[in-house]
């Protein structure tokens, strides 16, 4: 167990819907990532937050939009679903702002698009 | 389980060998490298990092050896497992201010009996 909490495991929706995803960090750790891993792309980066502020980019779409709350949890927003956003979505998280220092996934959220 | 599912290469040893996984990357400005291995319906898990000052680093039972001149980097996993059976992933950080992980397209080991 890694210590990195996402919920919900699995989601199923139908394309143009809304979706949150959530993730807890391991106790302690300022910085969450959000990555996507598709069956195309492999393992893609979206976006970081640190300590409550975006922290860096990586190839998120305009679609989607995250935040990290004052008690360090995050959450994944995605919005006007198209049947290729359906993928696994990872959090991971780390105790400073850099990922040379050893970053921790949870399990994921299987998305699903129908 | 959840599966990637991507066209992976992939490399099959009996239990009891050693595997060597390679990674090729492509970004000469990429100062750190990190393994990660990925089971079934699981998140990636750490294994083992070198920074690019160094050409070789040891853990528990794994290597890494990193080639800078040809941008290669391999894992070595001693006496394989059962429970080495996973997709392996390499990850290069580009020095910097963004330092975030970018990925390899991963390698599916399989322990054979």
């Known amino acids: 167990d890694s210590g990195v909490t996402q919920t919900p495991k699995h989601l199923i929706t139908a394309t143009g819907q809304r979706v949150t995803l959530r993730c807890s960090p391991r106790?302690?750790?300022?910085?969450v990532y959000w990555y996507q891993q598709s069956l195309d792309q492999g393992l893609q980066f979206l976006i970081q937050y640190y300590n409550g502020e975006e922290r860096a980019k990586g190839n998120i779409l305009e679609r989607f939009s995250a935040q990290q709350f004052p008690d360090l949890h995050s959450e994944l927003n995605l919005s006007s679903l198209e049947l290729g956003d359906s993928a696994l979505y990872f959090c991971?998280?780390?105790?400073?702002?850099?990922?040379?220092?050893?970053?921790?996934f949870g399990q994921g959220t299987r998305l699903t698009v129908v | 389980g959840e599966s990637v599912g991507l066209h992976l290469p992939t490399l099959s040893v009996q239990e009891g060998d050693n595997s060597i996984i390679n990674c090729a990357y492509s970004n000469s400005a990429s100062d750190y490298f990190i393994w990660y291995k990925q089971e079934s319906g699981k998140g990636p898990q750490f294994i083992i990092d070198i920074r690019s000052n160094m050409d070789k680093r040891q853990g528990q039972r794994v290597t890494v050896l990193l080639n800078k001149t040809v941008k290669h980097l391999s894992l070595q996993i001693a006496a394989t497992q059962p429970g080495d059976s996973a997709v392996y992933f390499c990850a290069e950080i580009e020095s910097g201010s963004a330092r975030q992980l970018t990925f390899g397209s991963g390698t599916q080991l399989t322990v054979l009996p």
């Open positions: 106790s302690g750790d300022l910085s």
């Open positions: 991971a998280s780390s105790l400073r702002g850099e990922t040379n220092t050893e970053a921790f």
